[in-house]
């Protein structure tokens, strides 16, 4: 079976040729995983493969607890999305803990 005129991004059923014996075999990107890729699907398809691209990270935030345990978060945005079975996207979002050490902490009232 031959890719060279259909690559397709995910996963596709409907994306496929015949293959030896009968068999289909499969132009999308899952193929790699399940190992069922026709003959020239990474000549076919990979070339146009495009990984995701995200931006830089923004600031943490403040402490979400004034007083005490808590957690901070930041993020990032994806400037490009994947295209064509690239790479996936990583984590767009970080969370840490953090102390709250507000200066009215401590005092009773």
Known sequence: GSCRH????GRNNACWAPGARRAR?????YCQRTGDCCQDYLTSCRRAAVGC?????GP???CSSPC???SRA?????TAPP????DPCP????RRGCLGQHPTCGTAQ
């Open 6 to 9: 259909r690559c397709c991004p």
């Open 74 to 78: 930041r993020s990032r945005q994806v």
């Open 53 to 57: 691209a995200v931006g830089p990270w």
């Open 25 to 29: 075999c499969y132009c999308d990107s």
């Open 91 to 94: 984590d767009l979002k970080q």
């Open 83 to 86: 295209r064509h079975g690239g």
């Open 60 to 62: 943490w935030s403040g």
């Open 68 to 70: 005490g345990v808590g």
